[in-house]
């Protein structure tokens, strides 16, 4: 018995200079679960697992996007055919504008299948099988209808959580990690509110965080929960314990696009990681068409999820009759090979590099359905914009758009040939739009430059601090109603009402003790 305790020791103080010898940086094993098949929501998640990988750490992603180029420490999980199940679920074409509620409604099931789809997949039942095993140190989940996968957490030895949105935070990001959420000034991201809202606005605002924070806790949780058992059994810990257990929530929005709010020192915002900051060189004819512009161009695309071809017909005539009024050219992505009564100013393509034609000095105004990565993209190069929203937090950064002077909001509804005429004036010749995105955009460059690196120092410190628990905010210990300060209020006034009782007793015992039927006969005498 005498010997084993020896060899230990001996292996202990060999060991030691070891550890301490080990950089403050060490190199670990992170395991990520992006499940959303939309590129616009894998490519800032993806920016920031490629620079974890660069720095030396082991990224295992299971998302919908494997890279196209592999990346040394970075494996992926393929979960791309969730693309063809989510086009099978989900039509957005005829959401313009689109409510908030109906569209969570409409996403809760649909999600759903998505997760249970990926959970019984060989991939993710191959991974379990054969890789759960291995140590990982820290979990990334995009943190918003996936709690199922928490089970995965839990099999690779429930190490630390962060939370990734591509979007700003959502009702529930902010109430998991308990950070305020105050609707007198806080727009939801899925309304059409700026921050300067009226009385009705702050009513709608009121309902929408109310309607989305109990589907959360009574619809979303819940049924998460019975995914979760479906294939990870009685082990894990309910799933709402581990949502209110993240050690840091990371935004993709940022308050240059969106506004300045209280947030927790564990709710970090980031912006613009997948705009990339060199430029790349157009294909030569589309260069000259961009170069010959005399009068400036106006670039539309409604990006990847709204089809410019599934446009209602009246509306694709209006936008054609405006467009062909213009002096300037039109640059359209429009992804039917032919677009009828096309005018001799405008031209299509199904695809285009956004990035590099907003680069362009000749590109005036962006026509967009206002997602957020076409927002940042404009806004880095400083291009006004015409906000046409559908979808999502579509109509909450168009607002964000107008409330700031860079753009414009026309609501679909609203398009005519008229307005939208007006509109594209009014943003070609009124030079203050291109002043004030100028400003924006000198601003947002400052935050999006420091985002990755903000991003991997986080992440660090998380790891470092394992799970960096001090940071837990006393928020997420106290129910509802203590939050809320219902329960001091209902105590201060029961300690009035008490009061106010205890002084007319007083006042009462002090009183000369004369019958009250005598003293009105007194007053009557006099
Ligand atoms: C990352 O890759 C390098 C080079 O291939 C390797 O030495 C290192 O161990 C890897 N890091 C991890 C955490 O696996
Ligand atoms: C899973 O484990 C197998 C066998 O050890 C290995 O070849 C594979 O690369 C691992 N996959 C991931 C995504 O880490
Ligand atoms: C909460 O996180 C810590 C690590 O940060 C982990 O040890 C613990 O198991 C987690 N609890 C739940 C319920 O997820």
């Not at 697992?49 to 998302?63: D, E, F, N, Q, W």
């Not at 039917?336 to 000095?361: C, E, F, M, S």
Request: with cysteine.
């Amino acid at each position: 018995m005498r010997r084993p305790t020896v060899l230990w020791q001996l292996a202990l103080t060999a060991l030691v200079p070891m550890v301490a010898l080990v950089p403050c940086a060490r190199a670990a094993r992170f395991l990520a679960i992006f499940p959303t098949p939309s590129i616009s929501h894998q490519l800032p998640f993806q920016a920031v697992m490629k620079a974890l990988a660069a720095r030396g750490h082991h990224v295992t992603v299971i998302s919908t996007d494997p890279l196209k180029e592999p990346v040394n420490n970075y494996s992926d999980i393929d979960l791309s055919y969730s693309y063809e199940t989510f086009r099978k679920s989900a039509t957005f074409a005829n959401m313009a504008d689109g409510d908030a509620i109906a569209l969570i409604r409409h996403m809760t099931p649909a999600l759903k299948i998505i997760v249970d789809e990926q959970l019984a997949s060989k991939q993710i039942q191959n991974f379990l099988r054969y890789n759960a095993s291995e140590k990982f140190d820290l979990v990334f989940i995009e943190a918003l209808m996936y709690q199922a996968y928490y089970g995965l957490l839990h099999t690779v030895g429930s190490p630390p959580l962060i939370g990734m949105v591509s979007l700003g935070g959502l009702a529930f990001n902010y109430n998991a990690i308990g950070n305020p959420h105050n609707p007198a000034v806080n727009p939801d991201v899925f309304s059409k509110n700026s921050e300067n809202m009226n009385f009705w606005e702050r009513l709608e605002n009121t309902y929408i965080y109310l309607w989305l924070s109990q589907h959360w806790y009574w619809t979303i949780l819940p049924q998460q929960e019975a995914l979760m058992r479906k294939y990870f059994g009685q082990a894990p810990p309910p799933v709402a314990e581990t949502e209110y257990n993240m050690s840091l929530m990371i935004l993709c929005n940022h308050w240059t696009t969106e506004y300045p709010r209280a947030l927790l020192p564990n709710v970090v915002q980031l912006t613009g990681l997948h705009v990339r900051e060199e430029t790349r060189p157009l294909p030569a004819d589309l260069q000259a068409w961009l170069d010959g512009a005399e009068q400036g161009v106006v670039y539309f695309s409604l990006g990847s999820n709204v089809m410019s071809k599934d446009l209602p017909a009246d509306k694709l005539q209006a936008i054609l009759r405006a467009l062909a009024r213009l002096p300037q050219r039109v640059l359209w992505k429009f992804e039917a090979d032919a677009l009828p009564g096309q005018p001799t100013n405008v031209r299509v393509a199904k695809w285009l590099p956004q990035q590099d034609i907003l680069a362009h000095p000749n590109v005036r105004v962006f026509i967009t359905q206002g997602g957020l990565q076409s927002f940042q993209e404009a806004v880095y190069h400083a291009v006004p914009l015409l906000g046409i929203p559908f979808i999502g937090d579509q109509p909450f950064n168009v607002a964000k758009m107008a409330a700031a002077g860079v753009g414009e909001r026309l609501p679909l509804g609203d398009l005519t040939e008229d307005s939208l005429l007006a509109a594209l004036r009014r943003l070609l010749h009124d030079p203050a739009y291109r002043e004030r995105m100028h400003r924006l955009s000198a601003a947002y460059r400052e935050h999006k430059a420091r985002s990755l690196e903000t991003a991997l120092w986080w992440v660090e410190y998380v790891l470092r601090h394992e799970g960096a628990p001090h940071l837990r905010a006393a928020s997420l210990r106290l129910a509802w109603y203590e939050l809320l300060l219902l329960d001091v209020v209902v105590a201060v006034l029961l300690a009035l009402v008490l009061a106010v009782c205890a002084l007319r007793r007083l006042w009462r015992s002090l009183r000369p003790a004369t019958p009250p039927s005598q003293a009105s006969r007194r007053r009557k005498d006099q």
